[in-house]
C-alpha cells in the first residue's frame, strides 16, 4: 500500500487538506488513491496541482477528483472519515487505517497534521517525506513569480534578514501570552480566546508560560536580543508575519533600532497584491520563498512555518538560522531590565546561549514517550542531509 507522506503545515500548505482515500487492486496489491479535489480550493490556490501529482507519479497515484462510482458513495454520506492518530507508525497505518479502507472502499481523512511519527521509521519512507515536501510541493507560478521579485527587490538593496515575528492576535490570544499588553488589550485577546471552541486551553497565565519559554517574543524583546547578538542596525530586516498586534506602538522599539523594516507590502506596489489579499496562506506562501532566501532566517516562536522553513534551509545546504531560546532569552532580558546585568553581561551571555543554535547540522532529539516535545522530523530531516559526521566517515574510509 502507498500512503502519501506529506507533513502538513498550518500556515501555507496540507495541515487543513482533507484526503478522500479508496483503495485500488492493480497486480494483487492495495494501493491508496489520494484525492486532491476533495480538499478545498486551498490546495490548488497555493500548490501547483500538477507538478505535484507528477513528481509523485512513482510513488502513488494521485487524482484530481473521485471517480464517478466512489463520488456517489461520498455524496450518499457513505464514506467514512476518521482522525489518524498523532505521531503513528506505518504499522498502525497497515493494521489500522488499511482495513478501514477496504470495509469502507472510501476513507475521508478529516486531519492530517502531525499524523505520522518522527522517528522510527525506514529511511525510504523519511527520504520520501522529504521528496514530498522540499520537491513535489510547489507554489503556484503567481506565488513563485511574486515571491521571487520581492528578493530581487531585496539582493538590490543588500544582504536581508527575515524575522517571523509571530506576533499577530489570533497567535496571542490563542497562546494566552499578553506580555506587555495594556489591561483592554489582554480583555480582547481572553474574549477572542474564548470566542474559539476548538481553542481548549482558556484559563492561562501568561506571565508563567512566558518564563517557561511558551510565548511568542514580542518586539521589544526581539529588539534588545538582535542588538546583543551583534546584529548590523542597518541591515534590511523582512518582517514575515500578519497583521502585528498593537500596530506601531508595539514596533516602536524595534523600528528604533532597526530603521530598515520592510514587509512584502512596503517592497509592492497594493496592484501586485491585490489577488493576494484576503488570502492569508497565499501571503503566508510569499513570506516562506523570502525566508527560505534570507541570509538569516529568525522565527520568533517555533509555531508550524518556523519549523518547515528551518527543515527546508538545512535541506538547502543548512542556511544560518537563529533558534532563539526563548526560556534562558525572557530571563536574561528580565535580569537586564532589573539591573541584575550590564549591557555587556547581558550581550555575552546571549550570544554564548546561541552558538549551537544556528542550524548547524545535527541529529533530531527523539523522545519517545513524549513525541510532541521532541524535534519535528520536518524542522530537521537529518535523514536526508549529509551530515558532518557523516562526511567525515566517507572521507576517513576513503582515505583508508
Not at 481523512?109 to 515536501?133: E, F, S, Y
Not at 532566517?297 to 518547515?308: H, L, Q, R
Request: net charge neutral; charged share 25%.
Amino acid at each position: 500500500m502507498h500512503i502519501i507522506l506529506a507533513t502538513c503545515y498550518h500556515t501555507l500548505s496540507l495541515e487543513s487538506v482533507h484526503f478522500y482515500t479508496y483503495p485500488d487492486f492493480l497486480i494483487g496489491k492495495t494501493k491508496s488513491l489520494p484525492c486532491l479535489h476533495c480538499c478545498g480550493s486551498d490546495f490548488q490556490d497555493i500548490f501547483d496541482v500538477n507538478h505535484f501529482i507528477t513528481s509523485l507519479r512513482d510513488e502513488v497515484r494521485i487524482l484530481k477528483q473521485l471517480p464517478s462510482r466512489v463520488k456517489t458513495r461520498v455524496e450518499q454520506g457513505l464514506s467514512f472519515s476518521m482522525s489518524p492518530i498523532s505521531w503513528s507508525n506505518i504499522t498502525y497505518y497497515e493494521n489500522q487505517i488499511l482495513p478501514l479502507l477496504l470495509k469502507h472502499k472510501v476513507v475521508h481523512l478529516n486531519r492530517t497534521d502531525a499524523r505520522l511519527a518522527n522517528n522510527g521509521l525506514h529511511t525510504d519512507i523519511q527520504k520520501l517525506r522529504c521528496h514530498v515536501n522540499f520537491n513535489a510541493l510547489r507554489f503556484t507560478s503567481q506565488i513563485e513569480e511574486l515571491g521571487r521579485r520581492i528578493v530581487r527587490i531585496l539582493r538590490e538593496r543588500g544582504p536581508f534578514i527575515v524575522l517571523h515575528l509571530r506576533y499577530e492576535m489570533d497567535m496571542l490570544a490563542f497562546s494566552g501570552c499578553a506580555h506587555g499588553c495594556d489591561i483592554k488589550e489582554e480583555e480582547e485577546l481572553t474574549r477572542m480566546r474564548y470566542s474559539y471552541p476548538m481553542w481548549k486551553e482558556k484559563v492561562i497565565n501568561s506571565e508563567l508560560k512566558r518564563k517557561e519559554g511558551l510565548c511568542p517574543i514580542t518586539p521589544e524583546e526581539i529588539a534588545l536580543t538582535l542588538t546583543a547578538l551583534g546584529i548590523d542596525h542597518n541591515v534590511q530586516i523582512y518582517i514575515a508575519a500578519g497583521e502585528i498586534y498593537g500596530g506601531e506602538k508595539r514596533m516602536a522599539s524595534l523600528l528604533r533600532e532597526f530603521p530598515n523594516l520592510v514587509r512584502k507590502e512596503t517592497l509592492l506596489q497594493p496592484s501586485d497584491l491585490m489577488n493576494f489579499q484576503n488570502h492569508s496562506s497565499q501571503m503566508a506562501a510569499l513570506d516562506y520563498l523570502v525566508s527560505l532566501e534570507s541570509d538569516i532566517f529568525i522565527p520568533t516562536y517555533d509555531g508550524n512555518m518556523a519549523k518547515v522553513v528551518e527543515g527546508h534551509r538545512r535541506f538547502l545546504g543548512f542556511k544560518k538560522t537563529i533558534l532563539l531560546d526563548r526560556r534562558l532569552l525572557v530571563n536574561l532580558i528580565d535580569q537586564y531590565t532589573n539591573g541584575l546585568l550590564s549591557w555587556d553581561e547581558f550581550s555575552i551571555a546571549i550570544k554564548e546561549a546561541h552558538v549551537y543554535r544556528m542550524g548547524s547540522p545535527k541529529r533530531r532529539i527523539a523522545i519517545p514517550e513524549r513525541p510532541k516535545e521532541e524535534d519535528y522530523f520536518y524542522s530537521n530531516p537529518h535523514e536526508c542531509l549529509q551530515l558532518i559526521d557523516e562526511s567525515h566517515e566517507t572521507l576517513e574510509s576513503t582515505l583508508s
